[in-house]
Nanobody, 114 residues
């Protein structure tokens, strides 16, 4: 069974930083595009950032210049470094592994207070 284990969410003041982590198995990490999505209350889940197996990245316009996605191939872990956080970044953040199929983590809450 595929597992994506997320950590790093929490409560932070506007302007602060958080780093999210998502660990999975090597078989998934080596073959799948990894990504972070988020879902705010009453809104649809949206893409935040993705990183391919070769390290190519793509970001939502709303987070460009503030968030950085990266991967550590030794630890089979993908990170989302979030800086200059805004209240509108408040959401449940989900890790995703995508290829022909799609696997999701359980989600981690990020709350940014004004």
């Amino acid at each position: 069974q595929v597992q994506l284990v997320e950590s790093g969410g929490g409560l932070v003041q506007a302007g602060g930083s958080l780093r999210l982590s998502c660990a999975t198995s090597q078989s998934i990490f080596d073959l799948y595009t990894m990504g972070w999505y988020r879902q705010a209350p009453g809104k649809q889940r949206e893409l935040v950032a993705i990183i391919t197996t070769t390290g190519s990245t793509n970001y939502a316009d709303s987070v460009k210049g503030r968030f950085t996605i990266s991967r550590d191939n030794r630890k089979n872990t993908v990170y989302l470094q979030m800086s200059s956080l805004k209240p509108e970044d408040t959401a449940v953040y989900y890790c995703d592994a995508k290829r022909l199929d799609d696997y999701w983590g359980q989600g981690t809450q990020v709350t940014v207070s004004s």
